[in-house]
C-alpha cells in the first residue's frame, strides 16, 4: 500500500464531499457523467460500473426523507466516497494519480472568475476535525484540535 500525499488525501476529501453534496441536486447528472468518465479512466465498462456506484448514491440520498437521516446518509455517503477516491488513488501509479488528482479538481473547482474579478472561494470541504478551501489557484487544510 502507498501513502498518499496531503494534497491527495484533501482532493479524495474533497471529492467525497462533493458526491455526497451534489447527489439529488441539478449538478448531479453534470457531475455523475464527469465522475463516472475521470474515474472509469477511458474504460467503458469500468465508467459504467462508476455510474452504477453513482446511482446507488443517489438513490441512498433520495430514500432519506427525514432531515436527520438524510444528514447521516450524506454524512455516510462522504465517508464512502472519501475512502473510495483515496483507495482509487493509492492503487495508480505516481503518473496516474496526479492525472486523476488534477482531474478531480478540475472537475470540483468548475469555472474559474475571471482574473480580473476578484478571484475568491470556489469551495469549502469540511471532514471531521479538518476542513479545506480552495479557491484562486490555491488550496489549505486546517486541522482543528489539540491532536492537529
Same mark, same amino acid.
Request: glycine letters at 10%; a negative charge.
Given at each position: 500500500?502507498?501513502?498518499?500525499?496531503?494534497?491527495?488525501?484533501?482532493?479524495?476529501?474533497?471529492?467525497?464531499?462533493?458526491?455526497?453534496?451534489?447527489? #439529488?441536486?441539478?449538478?448531479?447528472?453534470?457531475?455523475?457523467?464527469?465522475?463516472?468518465?475521470?474515474?472509469?479512466?477511458?474504460?467503458?465498462?469500468?465508467?459504467?460500473?462508476?455510474?452504477?456506484?453513482?446511482?446507488?448514491?443517489?438513490?441512498?440520498?433520495?430514500?432519506?426523507?427525514?432531515?436527520?437521516?438524510?444528514?447521516?446518509?450524506?454524512?455516510?455517503?462522504?465517508?464512502?466516497?472519501?475512502?473510495?477516491?483515496?483507495?482509487?488513488?493509492?492503487?495508480?501509479?505516481?503518473?496516474?494519480?496526479?492525472?486523476?488528482?488534477?482531474?478531480?479538481?478540475?472537475?470540483?473547482?468548475?469555472?474559474?472568475?475571471?482574473?480580473?474579478?476578484? #478571484?475568491?472561494?470556489?469551495?469549502?470541504?469540511?471532514?471531521?476535525?479538518?476542513?479545506?478551501?480552495?479557491?484562486?489557484?490555491?488550496?489549505?487544510?486546517?486541522?482543528?484540535?489539540?491532536?492537529?
Amino acid at each position: 500500500m502507498r501513502v498518499l500525499s496531503e494534497a491527495l488525501l484533501a482532493a479524495a476529501a474533497a471529492g467525497g464531499a462533493a458526491v455526497a453534496q451534489a447527489a #439529488g441536486t441539478d449538478a448531479w447528472t453534470t457531475m455523475r457523467a464527469r465522475l463516472a468518465r475521470l474515474s472509469g479512466r477511458r474504460d467503458a465498462p469500468q465508467e459504467q460500473a462508476e455510474v452504477v456506484l453513482l446511482d446507488a448514491t443517489g438513490a441512498a440520498l433520495s430514500a432519506a426523507l427525514d432531515p436527520h437521516a438524510a444528514e447521516a446518509e450524506r454524512t455516510r455517503q462522504t465517508e464512502l466516497w472519501t475512502a473510495w477516491f483515496a483507495a482509487t488513488l493509492e492503487r495508480l501509479p505516481e503518473a496516474g494519480r496526479e492525472q486523476v488528482a488534477a482531474g478531480l479538481h478540475a472537475l470540483l473547482d468548475g469555472p474559474r472568475p475571471a482574473p480580473d474579478s476578484g #478571484g475568491g472561494m470556489t469551495h469549502n470541504v469540511v471532514n471531521g476535525p479538518a476542513f479545506t478551501q480552495v479557491g484562486d489557484h490555491n488550496h489549505q487544510t486546517i486541522h482543528l484540535g489539540t491532536g492537529a
